[in-house]
């Protein structure tokens, strides 16, 4: 038997150098587009189903209103913000994140909070999750992640050796997995969890400067979790339950809302923050501490109708992070950089060509550009040119545009492995101590459930990072497997 590892390469036989760091401009990005084999595995990963979603595949969805409560002029000139009391009409889409359309809203896994705001400036999406972290920070090792949240290629079953094997050599995923793990990992229905933007984002003032943020909402009905057994039950009893409930709420008029919050960093507090913690306000693994970044009011958010038709509205609603507003700006996140190709990229694969021209994808402001043709194009243009006329005096371009400058880069392009520095323990160990008493101890019953079938040796690297992140957390899941007899 041959154990030699067979040798990584493009479809087209080209070996691959590295498959763990993206090629980035400097140690924090952004990404280069030439690396090819990224974009090869992403544009392969977002093909891989039809028609479903890869991720995020059952949802449930709403339209509503943004409605602003607190003045945030100062710091960003995008349009929806320009005045208290102003309405923006939103889409809202949740889902679970691993699972197939056919199953139950119940299961432990991630729940997506997709945001549609159209604004007069076209449409902002803010596609983030019910978690302000997430597994991983490089957006070449996601296909590999989700590949081991779906079904063994072999047994077609749902594999916990293959989630544990992924997580247990990566320890960046365990902030998120404490979290998937503890109560909040499977919400009572989705009006009383909370949802993030999770990436770090950025507003432009009118001076062109720059804050970095985070964006949170707040449940109004309260947060609300269901235990390990209850959500199993209803699993079984009723698998919709939180389409239902969502759909029910709204058809009695009981509107749910959400505190919409910005946490902000400015330039100069990131490098401070940065020397002082090591660690990167861009990483998605991490969440910038509530004491070190007050969250700020911003409005308020609530969902009002229910869709007439959940194919042509819920599931054919297409978000990408690439869709910002005039004021509103990225950051060199990786993960985020990585998204904001491959959700566009997904849309086009999984809804069409011209999925921007459907009902619910539609900007409420005019729209002018040169695409022409494809499968159903409805709006074409008409007679008007099909191309842009070459300015010949030029643009004179500054920054991104809109007034947004560009950020400084540092380093040399290349692959950076940040895991040698980078501490993935001290964050997931704040969380863990920041539980209950009996919110720990399901969180260890939770974990040991679903480690207790893994093999020793997956197990054992898997309970060293519990080890790291808190003597108290690894002591807990081994006594918590003793006794379950494992």
């Known amino acids: 038997m041959n154990d030699t590892p067979k040798r990584l390469t493009t479809a087209s036989g080209i070996p691959v150098p590295d498959n763990q760091n993206s090629l980035s401009a400097g140690r924090n990005g952004p990404l280069l587009l030439q690396d090819f084999h990224l974009i090869e595995k992403l544009q392969h990963f977002n093909r891989e189903r039809i028609p479903e979603r890869v991720v995020h595949a059952k949802g449930s969805g709403a339209f509503g209103t943004f409605t602003v409560t ?66 991983i920070k490089d957006p070449i090792k996601f296909p590999d992640f989700v590949h081991t949240q779906k079904r063994d290629p072999q047994t077609n079953l749902k594999s916990p050796t293959m989630m544990w094997d992924f997580w247990s050599r990566a320890p960046e995923s365990l902030h998120q997995v404490t979290m998937l793990f503890s109560d909040r990992g499977t919400p009572d229905g989705y009006r009383h969890m909370d949802g993030f933007g999770s990436h770090t984002f950025s507003l432009i003032d009118a001076r062109g400067e720059r804050v970095w943020v985070k964006w949170h909402f707040k449940t109004q009905q309260g947060v609300r979790n269901l235990t390990a057994k209850d959500a199993l039950k209803l699993a079984g009893e009723d698998p919709d339950y939180a389409q239902r409930d969502l759909f029910g709420a709204i058809s009695r008029g009981e509107f749910p809302r959400w505190n919409v919050f910005v946490q902000v960093m400015r330039e100069e507090e990131r490098l401070a923050w940065e020397a002082r913690t090591r660690w990167s306000a861009f990483d998605l693994t991490k969440v910038w501490p509530h004491a070190d970044f007050p969250r700020q009011p911003v409005g308020v958010l609530e969902l009002n109708r229910n869709p007439d038709n959940y194919h042509a509205e819920v599931e054919q609603v297409a978000f990408s992070p690439a869709n910002i507003v005039p004021g509103l700006g990225f950051s060199p996140d990786k993960m985020l950089q990585g998204r904001l190709f491959a959700y566009h990229d997904a849309q086009l694969y999984r809804v069409g060509t011209n999925h921007q021209q459907l009902p619910v994808n539609r900007p409420r402001c005019p729209v002018h550009h040169h695409q022409r043709d494809g499968a159903m ?59 209950t008493a009996a919110e720990k101890d399901s969180l260890v019953r939770n974990i040991a459930g679903a480690i207790r079938s893994v093999a020793v040796d997956i197990r054992e690297r898997q309970l060293a990072h519990f080890d790291r992140a808190d003597g108290d957390y690894g002591a807990g899941v081994r006594a918590a497997l003793l006794a379950l007899g494992g």
């Not at 809203?105 to 803010?126: I, K, Q, S």
């Not at 008409?382 to 920054?399: F, K, L």
């Open 377 to 435: 194009a409805v709006a074409n243009g008409g007679a008007e040119p099909n191309y842009g006329a070459v300015i010949a005096a030029g643009t004179s371009p500054r920054g991104f545009g809109h007034g947004e400058p560009g950020w400084a880069l540092e380093g040399s392009a290349g692959r950076y492995d940040p895991r040698a520095e980078d501490d993935d323990y001290t964050q997931a160990g704040n969380l863990f101590r920041l539980l």
């Open 70 to 135: 607190h003045d945030i002029s100062r710091l960003t000139t995008a349009r929806l913000f320009e005045a208290i009391g102003k309405r923006t009409e939103a889409f809202v889409r949740f889902s679970t994140v691993g699972g197939e359309r056919g199953s139950a809203d119940t299961e432990r896994d991630p729940r997506g909070f997709a945001v549609r705001f159209y604004t007069e400036d076209g449409n902002w999406d803010l596609a983030g999750n019910n978690t302000p972290m997430f597994f």
